[in-house]
Every structure is written in C-alpha cells, then in structure tokens.
C-alpha cells in the first residue's frame, strides 16, 4: 500500500492505491465529500486476486467517509458506508474492463469525437396516425407527411400509433426488471429462450474510447419469444410489445412504398414476426467525461425501419445538414427511423441518418428499439428504371459484412460497402 498528499481546489485528497495482495482495507475520511476520479465524483475499484487479476485504479478520497474493502475474485465498487462486489451490481465493469482505453486516451481524443460546438434540441416532426383513419384527404396528407419527414430527416414521431399506453408501460416494467438484475446474472441469464449472446455491453473490439458503446442490452430474435407459450411474464409480454409494434412498422412501410408509387406486398411476405429484433437497451450513468461518452456510438440501423420507445432522460442525437440535433423526448409518442434496407431498397430517396445516444453522468437511461427486419435470404435491389446506387445484396450477407468491419476496425461502414462505382 502507498499514499501520498497533494493539495487542489477541493482540499488535501488522500491517494490510495490498493494492490491484489491486501485482502481488507480500511479507509477514514472525516468530511461529507465522496471520493473523486480526476474531476468527477465517483467510487474506488479494486482489484482482485483471482481470475483476470485487476489491477487498482487510483482514486482521490476527500475527507469524509468510512470504507472498507474485502477483496475477492472479483471487482469491488466502493461507496459511503458499504462495499459492492461487481457480480451483485447492475452495472457492467466498463472502467476495469476498458482501463487501458481510458488511461491512453487523452482527453482530447472524446473532445474531437464530440466536438466543440453546443448541440441544439429540436422536436422531430410529430405525424398524428388517426389521421390515417379519416377520409381520403386526410389520410393523403398523412401519408405525405410521413414520405416527407423520411426524406428530409430519416426520423419522425407518431403518435396515436396503436399501441396502448398499458403494453408500453408494462414492457418497460419488464425490460427495467431484468436489466437492474446483478450484471453476473445477466450474463448467465436462462429464464427465457433467448439465443447465446442475446446480452451485450460495451464494445469487445474497441481500441479508443471514441468506438466505445456506455451501455448494455438485450438483443433478442423474435424467433426465440414468439410462439414460447409465455415462458414467463417478460417473454409474453415481448411477444405482445412485438406484435402490435409489428403491424404498425408493416403500416408505415407501405404507405412510405406507395409514396414511391410502389404498391407491394414485398415487407408482408418478407419482413415476418419472426425475423424481426427487439433491443431492451440500458444505459448507466457515466460520470467519467459528463456528457462526451457516447451511450451508443455514432451509426445507422442495418434494418428497414426502427420503432423506438424511449424514456423521458434523452441522450439521442441525429445527424442533420452535417450537424448533430438532439432529439428531445416526447413522453406521448414513438419515434421511427429508416434504416440502411429502406435506404437502399428506395434508392436513397429516404435516408438512413446516423445517430448516437450521449451517457448521462448521473441517470440511467431506458429505450426498447423493434427493429423490421426481412429474413437473411431476402435480396435488396432496386426494381426502379433509374440508374442504381447499390448492387444488390442479401440481408443476410449485408449483417455480416457489418459484423466484419467492427470485428476489424471497430465500427460499422455500412451501405457504402456496397455502393455502385
């Protein structure tokens, strides 16, 4: 053990740092301050002397509080007055896991990824979906206004969508309950018959923290929830949230095919329940960086349309006219956004617009995305007599082209992967 002063703004702090062969330590500080990283407030990790051996971050404790560390073969999180074990917390060991990201990335590094310049907040287009049940001039004008808004922006929001405030509610109950359950648990998770690597969080092949992701989530196919019997109440009620999201994606994908003049019956034979996602998304607080952590790094949804319920945190930005525009959260509505097959599938008439979510340093954030997606099988072409911009290509083999580029270098390249000379 060593320990030093230094004198700051805050006071004379204490460092500290722990190495793997203490097995308890104790620390006494006599002010009401926590104990600080840097700038920002947070808890001291340890390391452990089992398993991956992880080495001690160091902290700076203000006077003040009462620690006491049991070291085991795992990572401790430390707070006022109690100690943590990483396996019993909710959230994912991003800091140990990802330390040599955050000791050789300068803060520089995030500053350029984010910027300079003050992000505004807007209001995405609202489109009222009941208009689509009045006459034919109504339903005309909504059916414009929603061709326009995924031409112009690539995401709007409806309202009076369909989908009752009760499945909306419950289905966030659910995803709450099982992604504030312990992160080792969440990792064996075997209550429901979600594929092997359904849970994810970070990003494995990051290698800045500009390409690194502040959150985790359950991806689920639909494949492993519809059909189960209701294995339990988070999977029927999966099944409900995805069934009536379902009808309402085929909707907009029709009215947004006939805009092009293109009455098909091309998303009902191919974009089935079954072969469509469901993302149960968490994001916890980050007070490393406040506000220059990405929660999800910039990208585009590899899926034909996106129907997204967020909760009232915000923390979601897009890309408009070369800017980033902050979405602010509308409590009544569901946001949609065209994805990468839209893009091509109508030639870049409606657009695929990239998108991040900003960590919150001090709440976490919630959001279920459906994702309306063809089976792997389906080919994406362009059936117009224009000139194409893309050569045509399965799903199956545009998920694994993506799937290659952050394998390798640890983001998406997306449609311009197959994009025509």
């Not at 896991?97 to 310049?117: H, M, V």
Request: charged residues 20%.
């Amino acid at each position: 053990m060593r320990r030093e002063s230094r004198r700051t703004s805050a006071g004379t702090h204490q460092r500290i740092e722990a190495d793997a062969s203490i097995s308890t330590y104790v620390m006494s500080w006599k002010d009401r301050h926590p104990p600080r990283i840097g700038n920002s407030e947070f808890v001291l990790y340890v390391g452990g002397t089992t398993g991956r051996s992880i080495l001690s971050r160091t902290a700076y404790g203000v006077p003040g509080l009462e620690f006491q560390v049991q070291l085991s073969e795992t990572v401790f999180a430390v707070g006022d007055n109690y100690a943590v074990r990483m396996g019993e917390s909710a959230d994912p060991p991003f800091e140990t896991t990802y330390r040599n990201l955050f000791s050789n990335s300068p803060d520089s590094a995030l500053q350029k990824d984010f910027g300079q310049e003050l992000v505004e907040e807007s209001e995405l287009l609202l489109i009222d979906l009941n208009q689509l049940n009045l006459g034919v001039p109504e339903r005309q004008a909504c059916q414009k206004l929603i061709a326009r808004a995924s031409r112009e922006w690539g995401f709007f929001q409806v309202i009076n969508h369909g989908i009752s405030r009760d499945i909306l509610e419950t289905m966030r109950a659910e995803q709450v309950k099982l992604l504030k359950k312990p992160f080792l648990d969440k990792t064996n998770y075997k209550d429901s018959n979600f594929s092997a690597g359904s849970y994810r969080w970070g990003t494995p092949s990051a290698t800045c923290l500009g390409q690194l992701s502040w959150s985790e989530a359950f991806h689920v196919s639909l494949s492993d929830v519809l059909g189960s019997g209701g294995l339990n109440s988070l999977s029927s009620t999966m099944e409900q949230f995805a069934t009536t999201v379902s009808e309402l994606a085929q909707t907009l994908a029709d009215i947004l095919a006939e805009e092009m003049g293109n009455k098909t019956c091309f998303f009902k034979e191919t974009c089935l329940p079954t072969t469509c996602y469901l993302r149960l998304n968490r994001y916890p607080p980050c007070p490393l960086y406040p506000h220059q952590m990405s929660g999800i790094i910039p990208h585009t949804d590899s899926d034909f349309l996106t129907v997204l319920h967020q909760d009232n945190i915000g923390g979601l930005q897009l890309v408009k006219d070369g800017r980033w525009i902050a979405v602010k959260p509308n409590p009544q509505a569901l946001i949609i956004n065209i994805g990468d097959l839209f893009q091509a599938w109508s030639n870049n008439v409606y657009k695929s617009v990239e998108h991040r979510v900003v960590a919150n340093p001090r709440k976490e954030r919630f959001s279920t995305a459906f994702f309306f997606c063809p089976s792997d099988d389906t080919v994406i072409r362009w059936s117009g007599v224009e000139p194409g911009f893309y050569t045509s290509f399965s799903f199956g083999e545009y998920r694994e082209q993506v799937k290659q580029d952050v394998d390798i270098l640890g983001h998406k390249i997306g449609l311009s992967r197959f994009h025509l000379a």
